[in-house]
């Protein structure tokens, strides 16, 4: 099982930039601490970082058949981008969007969201522990996945006898 994390523009910039809303966590510290999650639970993680648009949707579409989840935070392209809307439906994995901060109580325009409709569920306001969050989510979701799995398996072994 294999998770691709794609962040979006500017949360390279973690760490420095408005950390009274995003907090002084590095986007590499957060990418460590998911990766010990990963380990622990056996599963393989990539981290991918953007400022560009078409890279991101480059990213989500090299997902297809490669990787079984998809944990995005799309940062500003988050309000704006049908083109990632349409490369995360295209795909078709489970996908989590994470939002650090809650965009639900800051600007106006931060409440238009062209992502959450086409992703499996958000993770909104807790801060760089959504990332965590996240993780949890996605774990649960493979596991879920992988007993589906399973059972259709021994059901087709079943038939064939
Ligand atoms: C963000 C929220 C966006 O509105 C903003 O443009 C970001 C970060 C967050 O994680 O809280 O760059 O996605």
């Given at each position: 099982?294999?998770?691709?994390?794609?962040?979006?523009?500017?949360?390279?910039?973690?760490?420095?930039?408005?950390?009274?809303?995003?907090?002084?966590?590095?986007?590499?510290?957060?990418?460590?601490?998911?990766?010990?999650?990963?380990?622990?639970?056996?599963?393989?993680?990539?981290?991918?970082?953007?400022?560009?648009?078409?890279?991101?949707?480059?990213?989500?579409?090299?997902?297809?058949?490669?990787?079984n989840?998809?944990?995005?935070?799309?940062?500003?392209?988050?309000?704006?981008?049908?083109?990632?809307?349409?490369?995360?439906?295209?795909?078709?994995?489970?996908?989590?969007?994470?939002?650090?901060?809650?965009?639900?109580?800051?600007?106006?325009?931060?409440?238009?969201?062209?992502?959450?409709?086409?992703?499996t569920?958000?993770?909104v306001?807790?801060?760089?522990?959504?990332?965590?969050?996240?993780?949890?989510?996605?774990?649960?979701?493979?596991?879920?996945?992988?007993?589906?799995?399973?059972?259709?398996?021994?059901?087709?072994?079943?038939?064939?006898?």
């Amino acid at each position: 099982m294999k998770i691709v994390v794609i962040q979006g523009p500017n949360l390279n910039m973690l760490g420095v930039r408005e950390q009274n809303i995003y907090g002084p966590m590095k986007l590499e510290q957060i990418h460590a601490q998911m990766k010990d999650v990963a380990t622990q639970n056996g599963v393989e993680i990539e981290f991918f970082q953007s400022n560009l648009e078409g890279e991101m949707v480059d990213k989500i579409q090299e997902c297809y058949g490669e990787a079984n989840g998809i944990i995005i935070n799309a940062a500003a392209y988050t309000h704006t981008s049908i083109a990632i809307r349409d490369a995360i439906t295209a795909v078709n994995l489970p996908t989590i969007e994470v939002h650090i901060s809650n965009i639900h109580r800051r600007e106006e325009f931060r409440k238009d969201n062209m992502i959450a409709p086409v992703c499996t569920s958000s993770v909104v306001g807790f801060g760089p522990f959504g990332y965590h969050l996240a993780m949890m989510g996605m774990l649960q979701i493979m596991s879920e996945m992988k007993a589906a799995q399973e059972m259709q398996a021994e059901q087709a072994s079943g038939e064939a006898k």
